[in-house]
């Protein structure tokens, strides 16, 4: 089992910055993948960015170069780092993690980010 709890959604202007935070339960550099997925109201899921054994990182297109993955093995916490948002950032942010490649996803309960002015 792994637990993962998300912090650090909220309000922010278009063109503006949001750092999203998730803790998890045990190390995350034993951790196979762990990341964010996103879903705004009446859309499907979708996959944010990740790492991978703590070290590969990988993002979405429509978030590249303006989103940011990062892990913090002292802390067991993975951070998303949202610079430049857009209205079409707005959604309930998920942490997820996955301690093998064929296991299941760990879900956090999502962290809701509104781009707004």
């Known amino acids: 089992q792994v637990q993962l709890v998300e912090s650090g959604g909220g309000l922010v202007q278009p063109g503006g910055s949001l750092r999203l935070s998730c803790a998890a339960s045990i190390s995350i550099s034993s951790i196979y993948v762990t990341g964010w997925y996103r879903q705004a109201p009446g859309k499907q899921r979708e996959w944010v960015a990740s790492?991978?054994?703590?070290?590969?990182?990988n993002h979405a297109d429509s978030v590249k170069g303006r989103f940011t993955i990062s892990g913090d093995n002292d802390k067991n916490t993975v951070s998303l780092q949202m610079n430049s948002l857009k209205a079409e950032d707005a959604a309930d942010y998920y942490c997820y993690a996955r301690r093998s490649w064929s296991g299941s996803n760990y879900w956090g309960q999502g962290t809701q980010v509104t781009v707004s002015s």
């Open positions: 790492i991978i054994n703590g070290r590969e990182t």
